[in-house]
């Protein structure tokens, strides 16, 4: 046991002498990599819409969705207080009343129920502010997003037989990608593809 112990006593000074000879300068450092500028933007965005909802929007220049966050955050919070006080109002009934009164049942599901409704919207606001935070990050990546003439969909009617011999209806989605086009334009512009 001792001589187990001795070794393992040795192992570790030789692993600490060994680690205390090595010289800083002969340590390599990480090198991180700097983020583009599309990184930057898609990050202060959802900065700024963590710190007030609705800025990261106005940063990306989509102003019209900053309505729409402040309505929802606005809504949830309305219905979160009022749910709230009744919920209060109904646990000091509860507090109250005897459990013999014939209304007190009525109390404890009337102050269960506005609970829930509180909680609920208390979880729907934090999941309508996480939205706008993730809508302004996805947002600002997206503005630099290719869309070019060279891309396209078509949406159709689908009308086709199966394996029975039934007529099934549906809809169609193609995608195109035109790639000869972008070549072609190239081509022209003196460029190389």
């Given at each position: 046991m001792i001589r187990h112990l001795g070794f393992i006593l040795?192992?570790?000074?030789?692993?600490?002498?060994?680690?205390?000879?090595?010289k800083d300068d002969d340590r390599v450092k990480p090198v991180k990599p700097k983020p583009d500028s599309i990184t930057l933007r898609a990050r202060r965005a959802a900065l700024y819409s963590a710190i007030l909802p609705g800025m990261g929007q106005v940063y990306n220049r989509r102003y019209w969705k900053t309505p729409i966050i402040w309505a929802g955050i606005g809504t949830c919070t309305y219905f979160a207080i009022t749910n709230y006080g009744d919920y209060q109002k109904n646990n000091?009934?509860?507090n109250h009343t005897p459990s013999t009164d014939p209304n007190y049942s009525k109390y404890v599901y009337d102050r269960d129920y506005y609970r829930h409704n509180f909680e609920l919207s208390v979880l729907i606001?934090?999941?309508v502010y996480a939205l706008n935070i993730i809508d302004a990050y996805v947002d600002a990546h997206l503005r630099e997003f290719d869309i070019s003439p060279d891309l396209a969909l078509s949406v159709?009617?689908?009308l086709y037989a199966n394996f029975n011999a039934e007529l099934v209806t549906g809809i169609s989605l193609k995608f195109k990608f035109r790639h000869e086009n972008r070549i072609n334009r190239l081509r022209q512009n003196g460029q190389s593809y």
């Open positions: 040795l192992l570790l000074t030789l692993s600490l002498s060994a680690f205390a000879q090595q000091d009934l509860v606001g934090a999941g159709s009617p689908l």
